[in-house]
C-alpha cells in the first residue's frame, strides 16, 4: 500500500499496478502513477504541507485543484521551480520538494529544459475537458469546424468525427483581443527523470479562435469561521474527489460543515467510502432530503447550526470542530458554502456578471462582445446556499489563506473608510496571490455585503486579469534565451581577433575587441601601448560595426537638412561632414558623418549602438510627417566591413595597398572610390583618433582579406591592432563625445562643445527648442576637461563633482555642479570628460570628485588634452603632442 490512507475504492486516475518514489522535506515517500503530490502526502496521512507567509501558522492541502491556496512546494528535482501547487503537480520517480511559507525561491543554476511556443487557428476553441465540454467539442467537430480542447487534466479523451485537437495538462491562462488566447502545456513534468531529452518540458500555446466555448466549471466556495486554516480543513468536493480519484481517505473521522446541498452530496461519498460521519452542521434551516438520506444512515445532521471554531495539536493539526458550544473530535473538516462558476476568461473577454439569488453565485450577465459561449456549470448550478460571516474570532477567520489575510483585515479597511471591493483588495491583498482569489474573492464579496448591510450584487466581484495561473518566465521565454534572444553579432573579421588574443567586450549587440593583450600584460598596460602606436606609426580598427544607413531619392538633400543640425545639402559629391542629430527637444540624440556619393545619394554613419534608432527615427519622419518627400533608407551596416587605419604612416600603408589612389592629395573629410588590395572600396579620410586616418569600407565578404593585408602592408611600419578602449581613450584626449556616454538627454550640441556643427537657419528638428532661453543659461552643464591632481589616479566615471571636498558627515546636502562622463589613462596621463555647470568659464578652477566616499581634486581644463591646434590629423607632428 502507498500510504495507509490509501483505500480500494475509487482511484479512477491511478495505475495500481506500478508505484513511485518521490521526497517531501527529505522524507521518502511511495505513490502510485497518476497521483498528485497532494493526494500521495495524504495517502501518507502528511497534514502539514506548508505555512502561511506571515503568521507562520501550519497548513495543509485544502483543494484538489487549480485554486489552491496553501499547497505551494518548491520543487527541489531537476531544473527545479518554485510556487507550484501540490494539487497540480504529478507524483513521479526522483520528485524532490520541499514545503514553503508562501514564498518560493528562484533556482541558481541554469535551467537546462527546453521550452517551446506555437501557434495554432481554429473554429472553436473549447476551455475545459469535462461533460459539457466534450459535448460542446463533439457538436462542433461533427458540424465541420476545426476544434481545439484545453484541459488542465491528464488524459481526457474525446470520440468524434472531425478535425478534433484534444490538449490534456494544458490550462488557458488568459484571453486577449480578437479571439486570442493564451494556454500553457505541461509535457514532461509527470515523467522526471524518463522525459525525453529533446522533448520540450512546457508549451507555450498562442491560440486564435473564431469562437469559444467556456466549459470551466464551478470553483467551490469556502466558509469563514475561526481557526478555518487548519491542516484538516478541506473544501468538501475536495475531499470526496481525493477518494474517488486518487483512492486517498482525507481523514478517518470528519465534520461536515455546509450551506447547500452539495455539501451534503460529499457527506454521502465519504460515508460510502468508509469514513465515519461524525456530524453535519447545514447554516440552513432544513437540510431537505439529502439531510433525511444522512439521518437514515445513522449521521447527526444539525440544521441552522455553524461551525465556531476549532481545535489542533501541538503541531497545530486539526483535532476537533466546534459546533456551537459543542467539542466535536474529527481529523477532517469538510466545509462547502456553494458553487462559483469559474469566470476568469470571461470576464478577461469583457463579459460581466449579476449576483443571482437562483444560484447564490455571480453569474454570467449576458454575453461578451467577443463570440464566446458559456456551458454547463459554468452558466451557474441552481440552488440556495446560506451566507455566513461570523461574529468573533477576526483575527483568526482566514478569508485569503494564501495571503494570510483576515476578517479583522477587512473590518479594518472599512474602518479607512474604503468600502469599495477594488480598494478593499488593494489595502488587504485579498484575493492578490497565486491562486487570483479563487477561494476568496466571492467570501470577501458577501461579508463585505453582510457588515456593511448591502445585497452581494451591490458589492461586485474585483477585476479578474490574465494570466488566470501564473506562467513562468522561461515559458514566456521559450526558445528565445542566450544568443537566441539577443544574437551575437560578429564582424567578417572576428575569427582573426579570436586567433590573436583579443579580449571582446558586447556594443550595441556586436562583439567587439576591446584590446589585444600579450602574454601577462594587463588591461591597462595593453591599451597605452596601442594608444601610442597609434600616436607614433600606424594602428587598424575593426570599425564594421558602426551604423551605416544609405539614403537616396531626389529629396534626400532636402531631408538630411532637417534631421541634422548642420547643412548637408551644400556638400559636393565625394565630400564629407561630421554632423549632430538633435530630438525634438533640442537635446543631442546621435551624431555621425554624412557622405554625398552623388546628387541624390549619401551614406550616413552612427554610433554602433543607435544605428536601429537612427534608422527608426528617420523612417518615422519619412512616414508620419514628411510622407511627401521621395526618400528611401536603408541599412547597409552589415553590407560593409571597414577598416580604419589610424597613425601618422597610415598614408605610407594605403599608397601601398591603392596605387591608382594619389593619397597625397586626398583631402580631410572627403571620399574616394578605389581599388584596395585588388578590392574595390569606399575610402573616407575620416579621424575619429585626432591623427591622420582612413575609414576603407569593402563589401563584407571581402573584409577578412582586406584586414590582413593592411596587416601584411603595414608591418614593415609597426602596424599593430587596436580596440575599442584604446579608441575611446584617444577620441577622448581631443575631446570627441559618444552620443549617450558624454550626453545624457539633457544636453544640447552647444552644451557638448559642438556650436559649430549647429546651422543658424533651416527647419531641421530640434531648432525652436533651442531657442528657448533655458538652453542659454549660463549655469547650463557643459562639456570641460578634467586633470586629477593625483596623477596616479583614474577618477571613476559618474564621479560626481563638487566645489569643496564634503566632510565626512555633512549636515546639509552638498550642490552638485556636475559628474564625470569619460575617465581614461592615456598618452596625456590621466584625464577626464565631464559636464559641469558654467563649462568653461570654471576652466583652470579647482574641483573635487566624489565617489563612493572617496575624494579626488582636479582642475577644470579645455576638453581638447590633446594637440588642440589639430596639427596631427594631417600626419604631422604637434608641439603639444607626445614625443
Given at each position: 500500500?502507498?500510504?495507509?490512507f490509501?483505500?480500494a475504492?475509487?482511484?479512477?486516475r491511478?495505475?495500481r499496478?506500478?508505484?513511485?518514489?518521490?521526497?517531501?522535506?527529505?522524507?521518502?515517500?511511495?505513490?502510485?502513477?497518476?497521483?498528485?503530490?497532494?493526494?500521495?502526502?495524504?495517502?501518507h496521512?502528511?497534514?502539514i504541507?506548508?505555512?502561511?507567509?506571515?503568521?507562520?501558522r501550519?497548513?495543509?492541502?485544502?483543494?484538489?485543484?487549480?485554486?489552491e491556496?496553501?499547497?505551494?512546494v518548491?520543487v527541489?528535482?531537476?531544473?527545479?521551480?518554485?510556487?507550484v501547487?501540490?494539487?497540480?503537480?504529478?507524483?513521479?520517480d526522483?520528485?524532490?520538494?520541499s514545503?514553503l511559507?508562501?514564498?518560493?525561491r528562484?533556482?541558481?543554476?541554469?535551467?537546462?529544459?527546453?521550452?517551446?511556443?506555437?501557434?495554432?487557428?481554429?473554429?472553436v476553441?473549447?476551455v475545459g475537458?469535462?461533460a459539457?465540454?466534450?459535448?460542446a467539442?463533439?457538436?462542433a467537430?461533427?458540424?465541420?469546424?476545426?476544434?481545439?480542447?484545453?484541459d488542465?487534466?491528464?488524459?481526457?479523451?474525446?470520440?468524434?468525427s472531425?478535425?478534433?485537437?484534444?490538449?490534456p495538462?494544458?490550462?488557458?491562462?488568459g484571453?486577449?483581443?480578437?479571439?486570442?488566447?493564451?494556454?500553457v502545456?505541461?509535457?514532461?513534468?509527470?515523467?522526471?527523470?524518463?522525459?525525453?531529452v529533446?522533448?520540450?518540458?512546457?508549451?507555450l500555446w498562442?491560440?486564435?479562435?473564431?469562437?469559444?466555448?467556456?466549459?470551466?466549471?464551478?470553483l467551490?466556495?469556502?466558509i469563514?469561521?475561526p481557526?478555518?486554516?487548519?491542516?484538516?480543513?478541506?473544501?468538501?468536493?475536495?475531499?470526496?474527489?481525493?477518494i474517488?480519484?486518487y483512492?486517498?481517505?482525507p481523514?478517518?473521522r470528519?465534520?461536515?460543515?455546509?450551506a447547500?446541498?452539495?455539501?451534503?452530496r460529499?457527506?454521502?461519498?465519504?460515508?460510502?467510502?468508509?469514513?465515519?460521519?461524525?456530524?453535519?452542521?447545514?447554516?440552513?434551516?432544513?437540510a431537505?432530503?439529502?439531510?433525511?438520506?444522512?439521518r437514515?444512515r445513522?449521521?447527526?445532521?444539525?440544521?441552522?447550526?455553524a461551525?465556531?471554531?476549532t481545535d489542533a495539536?501541538?503541531a497545530?493539526?486539526?483535532?476537533?470542530?466546534?459546533v456551537?458550544?459543542?467539542?466535536?473530535?474529527?481529523?477532517?473538516?469538510?466545509?462547502s458554502?456553494?458553487?462559483?462558476?469559474?469566470?476568469?476568461?470571461?470576464?478577461?473577454?469583457?463579459?460581466?456578471?449579476?449576483?443571482?439569488?437562483?444560484?447564490?453565485?455571480?453569474?454570467?450577465?449576458?454575453?461578451?462582445?467577443?463570440?464566446?459561449?458559456?456551458?454547463?456549470?459554468?452558466?451557474?448550478?441552481?440552488?440556495?446556499?446560506?451566507?455566513?460571516?461570523?461574529d468573533?474570532g477576526?483575527?483568526r477567520?482566514?478569508?485569503?489563506?494564501?495571503?494570510d489575510a483576515?476578517l479583522?483585515?477587512?473590518?479594518?479597511?472599512?474602518d479607512?473608510?474604503?468600502?469599495?471591493?477594488e480598494h478593499?483588495?488593494?489595502?488587504?491583498?485579498?484575493?492578490?496571490?497565486?491562486?487570483?482569489?479563487r477561494?476568496s474573492g466571492?467570501?470577501?464579496?458577501?461579508?463585505?455585503?453582510?457588515?456593511?448591510?448591502?445585497?452581494?450584487?451591490?458589492?461586485?466581484?474585483?477585476?479578474?486579469?490574465?494570466p488566470?495561473?501564473?506562467?513562468?518566465?522561461?515559458?514566456?521565454?521559450?526558445?528565445d534565451?542566450?544568443?537566441?534572444?539577443?544574437?551575437?553579432?560578429?564582424?567578417?573579421?572576428?575569427?582573426?581577433?579570436?586567433e590573436?588574443?583579443?579580449?571582446?567586450?558586447?556594443?550595441?549587440?556586436?562583439?567587439?575587441?576591446?584590446?589585444?593583450?600579450?602574454p601577462?600584460?594587463?588591461?591597462e598596460?595593453a591599451?597605452?601601448?596601442e594608444?601610442?602606436?597609434?600616436?607614433?606609426?600606424?594602428?587598424?580598427?575593426?570599425?564594421?560595426?558602426?551604423?551605416?544607413?544609405?539614403?537616396?531619392?531626389?529629396?534626400a538633400?532636402?531631408?538630411?537638412?532637417r534631421?541634422?543640425?548642420?547643412?548637408?545639402s551644400?556638400?559636393?559629391?565625394g565630400?564629407?561632414?561630421?554632423?549632430?542629430?538633435?530630438?525634438v527637444d533640442?537635446?543631442?540624440?546621435?551624431?555621425?558623418?554624412?557622405?554625398?556619393l552623388?546628387?541624390?545619394?549619401?551614406?550616413l554613419?552612427?554610433?554602433?549602438?543607435?544605428?536601429?534608432?537612427?534608422?527608426?527615427?528617420?523612417?518615422?519622419?519619412?512616414?508620419?510627417?514628411?510622407?511627401?518627400?521621395?526618400?528611401?533608407?536603408?541599412?547597409?551596416t552589415?553590407?560593409?566591413?571597414?577598416?580604419?587605419?589610424?597613425?601618422?604612416?597610415?598614408?605610407?600603408?594605403?599608397?601601398?595597398?591603392?596605387?591608382?589612389?594619389?593619397?597625397?592629395t586626398?583631402?580631410?573629410?572627403?571620399?574616394?572610390e578605389?581599388?584596395?588590395?585588388?578590392v574595390?572600396a569606399?575610402?573616407?579620410?575620416?579621424?575619429?583618433?585626432?591623427?591622420?586616418?582612413?575609414?576603407?569600407?569593402?563589401?563584407?565578404?571581402?573584409g577578412?582579406?582586406?584586414?590582413e593585408?593592411?596587416?601584411a602592408?603595414?608591418?614593415?611600419?609597426g602596424?599593430?591592432?587596436?580596440?575599442t578602449?584604446?579608441?575611446?581613450?584617444?577620441?577622448?584626449?581631443?575631446g570627441?563625445?559618444?552620443?549617450?556616454?558624454?550626453?545624457d538627454g539633457?544636453?544640447?550640441p552647444?552644451?557638448?562643445?559642438?556650436?559649430?556643427a549647429?546651422?543658424?537657419?533651416?527647419?531641421?528638428?530640434?531648432?525652436?527648442?533651442?531657442?528657448?532661453?533655458?538652453t542659454?543659461?549660463?549655469d547650463?552643464?557643459?562639456?570641460?576637461?578634467?586633470r586629477?591632481?593625483?596623477?596616479?589616479?583614474?577618477?571613476?566615471?559618474?564621479?560626481?563633482?563638487?566645489?569643496?571636498?564634503?566632510?565626512?558627515?555633512p549636515?546639509?546636502?552638498?550642490?552638485?555642479l556636475g559628474?564625470?562622463t569619460?575617465?581614461?589613462?592615456?598618452?596625456v596621463?590621466?584625464?577626464?570628460?565631464?559636464?559641469?555647470?558654467?563649462g568653461?568659464a570654471r576652466?583652470?578652477?579647482?574641483?573635487?570628485?566624489?565617489?563612493?566616499?572617496?575624494?579626488h581634486?582636479?582642475?577644470?581644463t579645455?576638453?581638447?588634452?590633446?594637440?588642440?591646434?589639430g596639427?596631427?590629423?594631417?600626419?604631422?607632428?604637434?608641439?603639444?603632442g607626445?614625443a
Amino acid at each position: 500500500m502507498t500510504g495507509p490512507f490509501r483505500t480500494a475504492l475509487g482511484g479512477s486516475r491511478i495505475d495500481r499496478s506500478r508505484t513511485v518514489t518521490f521526497t517531501f522535506d527529505g522524507a521518502s515517500y511511495t505513490a502510485h502513477p497518476g497521483d498528485t503530490l497532494a493526494s500521495a502526502l495524504l495517502a501518507h496521512g502528511v497534514r502539514i504541507v506548508a505555512h502561511g507567509p506571515y503568521t507562520g501558522r501550519p497548513r495543509g492541502v485544502y483543494s484538489a485543484g487549480a485554486e489552491e491556496p496553501n499547497a505551494f512546494v518548491q520543487v527541489e528535482s531537476g531544473p527545479g521551480e518554485p510556487m507550484v501547487r501540490a494539487t497540480r503537480l504529478e507524483a513521479h520517480d526522483g520528485l524532490r520538494v520541499s514545503s514553503l511559507a508562501g514564498r518560493g525561491r528562484l533556482a541558481t543554476a541554469p535551467d537546462p529544459s527546453r521550452y517551446d511556443k506555437t501557434y495554432a487557428h481554429c473554429d472553436v476553441l473549447v476551455v475545459g475537458g469535462g461533460a459539457s465540454g466534450r459535448a460542446a467539442a463533439r457538436e462542433a467537430a461533427e458540424a465541420g469546424d476545426r476544434v481545439i480542447v484545453a484541459d488542465d487534466r491528464p488524459g481526457i479523451a474525446i470520440e468524434a468525427s472531425g478535425e478534433l485537437t484534444v490538449l490534456p495538462r494544458t490550462i488557458v491562462t488568459g484571453y486577449y483581443d480578437h479571439g486570442f488566447f493564451v494556454a500553457v502545456e505541461r509535457r514532461t513534468d509527470h515523467l522526471g527523470g524518463a522525459a525525453p531529452v529533446r522533448m520540450a518540458r512546457r508549451r507555450l500555446w498562442h491560440i486564435r479562435a473564431r469562437r469559444a466555448v467556456l466549459a470551466t466549471g464551478v470553483l467551490e466556495r469556502p466558509i469563514l469561521f475561526p481557526d478555518n486554516d487548519r491542516p484538516g480543513v478541506m473544501l468538501a468536493a475536495a475531499a470526496a474527489t481525493y477518494i474517488g480519484r486518487y483512492g486517498v481517505l482525507p481523514g478517518r473521522r470528519a465534520v461536515v460543515f455546509g450551506a447547500h446541498d452539495g455539501a451534503l452530496r460529499a457527506a454521502l461519498d465519504l460515508l460510502d467510502a468508509g469514513v465515519e460521519i461524525a456530524c453535519v452542521a447545514d447554516l440552513r434551516a432544513s437540510a431537505g432530503r439529502l439531510g433525511e438520506r444522512l439521518r437514515e444512515r445513522g449521521v447527526t445532521v444539525l440544521e441552522g447550526r455553524a461551525v465556531t471554531g476549532t481545535d489542533a495539536d501541538g503541531a497545530g493539526v486539526l483535532t476537533a470542530a466546534v459546533v456551537g458550544d459543542d467539542r466535536v473530535p474529527c481529523d477532517l473538516l469538510a466545509v462547502s458554502g456553494g458553487w462559483n462558476p469559474d469566470l476568469h476568461l470571461f470576464t478577461q473577454a469583457g463579459g460581466r456578471t449579476r449576483w443571482s439569488a437562483e444560484h447564490s453565485a455571480f453569474v454570467p450577465d449576458g454575453t461578451p462582445r467577443t463570440r464566446m459561449d458559456v456551458a454547463g456549470p459554468a452558466r451557474g448550478v441552481r440552488g440556495e446556499a446560506a451566507e455566513h460571516v461570523p461574529d468573533v474570532g477576526g483575527d483568526r477567520v482566514f478569508v485569503d489563506l494564501h495571503r494570510d489575510a483576515t476578517l479583522a483585515d477587512l473590518r479594518g479597511a472599512l474602518d479607512a473608510g474604503m468600502t469599495s471591493g477594488e480598494h478593499v483588495k488593494r489595502y488587504t491583498t485579498i484575493g492578490t496571490g497565486a491562486d487570483q482569489g479563487r477561494t476568496s474573492g466571492v467570501p470577501a464579496s458577501g461579508a463585505l455585503a453582510q457588515i456593511l448591510g448591502r445585497a452581494p450584487g451591490e458589492i461586485g466581484t474585483t477585476t479578474q486579469r490574465p494570466p488566470v495561473e501564473p506562467i513562468p518566465f522561461a515559458v514566456l521565454a521559450g526558445r528565445d534565451r542566450g544568443d537566441l534572444l539577443a544574437s551575437v553579432r560578429r564582424t567578417p573579421m572576428h575569427g582573426w581577433h579570436e586567433e590573436h588574443g583579443a579580449v571582446f567586450e558586447d556594443a550595441g549587440g556586436w562583439r567587439r575587441p576591446r584590446y589585444y593583450p600579450r602574454p601577462g600584460e594587463p588591461m591597462e598596460d595593453a591599451v597605452l601601448r596601442e594608444c601610442r602606436t597609434v600616436r607614433s606609426a600606424v594602428a587598424a580598427l575593426d570599425a564594421s560595426t558602426l551604423g551605416k544607413i544609405d539614403v537616396q531619392g531626389p529629396g534626400a538633400a532636402a531631408f538630411l537638412d532637417r534631421i541634422y543640425a548642420g547643412a548637408v545639402s551644400s556638400l559636393a559629391p565625394g565630400r564629407c561632414r561630421y554632423g549632430v542629430m538633435c530630438g525634438v527637444d533640442g537635446m543631442v540624440f546621435d551624431d555621425g558623418v554624412a557622405a554625398r556619393l552623388g546628387p541624390g545619394r549619401f551614406h550616413l554613419t552612427t554610433t554602433t549602438g543607435n544605428a536601429a534608432r537612427v534608422l527608426d527615427w528617420l523612417e518615422e519622419w519619412l512616414q508620419t510627417e514628411w510622407p511627401g518627400l521621395r526618400v528611401r533608407c536603408t541599412s547597409v551596416t552589415d553590407q560593409w566591413a571597414v577598416v580604419a587605419l589610424a597613425g601618422p604612416r597610415s598614408r605610407d600603408v594605403l599608397s601601398a595597398l591603392a596605387p591608382g589612389l594619389d593619397a597625397g592629395t586626398f583631402p580631410f573629410m572627403a571620399m574616394r572610390e578605389a581599388e584596395v588590395a585588388g578590392v574595390p572600396a569606399r575610402i573616407f579620410r575620416i579621424s575619429y583618433s585626432g591623427e591622420l586616418a582612413y575609414e576603407i569600407n569593402v563589401a563584407a565578404w571581402h573584409g577578412l582579406a582586406v584586414w590582413e593585408a593592411v596587416m601584411a602592408a603595414g608591418e614593415p611600419h609597426g602596424i599593430a591592432p587596436y580596440g575599442t578602449e584604446a579608441m575611446h581613450v584617444l577620441r577622448a584626449e581631443k575631446g570627441y563625445i559618444v552620443a549617450g556616454q558624454d550626453t545624457d538627454g539633457t544636453v544640447t550640441p552647444h552644451d557638448a562643445g559642438l556650436g559649430w556643427a549647429v546651422a543658424s537657419g533651416g527647419d531641421w528638428i530640434g531648432r525652436r527648442s533651442l531657442r528657448r532661453a533655458d538652453t542659454s543659461r549660463a549655469d547650463r552643464k557643459r562639456l570641460v576637461g578634467l586633470r586629477p591632481h593625483d596623477q596616479a589616479v583614474v577618477i571613476p566615471e559618474g564621479a560626481q563633482l563638487v566645489a569643496v571636498p564634503p566632510p565626512a558627515e555633512p549636515a546639509d546636502p552638498v550642490p552638485m555642479l556636475g559628474y564625470v562622463t569619460s575617465s581614461y589613462r592615456g598618452t596625456v596621463g590621466s584625464f577626464a570628460l565631464a559636464l559641469v555647470q558654467g563649462g568653461d568659464a570654471r576652466e583652470s578652477e579647482t574641483l573635487y570628485a566624489v565617489d563612493s566616499g572617496r575624494v579626488h581634486a582636479v582642475t577644470v581644463t579645455s576638453p581638447v588634452h590633446y594637440d588642440p591646434e589639430g596639427a596631427r590629423r594631417d600626419g604631422f607632428r604637434s608641439p603639444t603632442g607626445p614625443a
